[in-house]
Nanobody
Framework: QVQLVESGGGLVQAGGSLRLSCTAS????????MGWFRQAPRKEREFVAA????????YYADSVKGRFTISRDNAKNTVYLQMNSLKPEDTAVYYC?????????????WGRGTQVNVSS
């Protein structure tokens, strides 16, 4: 079992930055591919970014490429999402997720989410 807790959400103006964190409890954090997803009001949840077990490979949705950076610290059981040049359309609940297979998932474990609001 892996339990995931996100933090770092909040309200920011367009063009600003936020860094989300997701800390995992349980064993073998390094055995899991970690992903970030988001869900905006009245929209389906969508993939944002993923990172492989050692952090040597990263994957991004086209909508965030060049603005968001995913990273992980296996010693701290934490994955991060640095979000720069934020846009109002980035407003959503952001979830981290884990799976042992690969960036395409499916993802087995999910956090409860953290709200990000970007004002124009």
């Amino acid at each position: 079992q892996v339990q995931l807790v996100e933090s770092g959400g909040g309200l920011v103006q367009a063009g600003g930055s936020l860094r989300l964190s997701c800390t995992a409890s349980g064993r073998s954090f390094g055995a899991y591919v970690m992903g970030w997803f988001r869900q905006a009001p009245r929209k389906e949840r969508e993939f944002v970014a993923a990172i492989n077990w050692r952090g040597s490979s990263t994957y991004y949705a086209d909508s965030v490429k060049g603005r968001f950076t995913i990273s992980r610290d296996n010693a701290k059981n934490t994955v991060y999402l640095q979000m720069n040049s934020l846009k109002p359309e980035d407003t959503a609940v952001y979830y981290c997720a884990a799976n042992p297979r690969g960036p395409s998932g499916p993802y087995d474990y999910w956090g409860r989410g953290t709200q990000v609001n970007v004002s124009s």
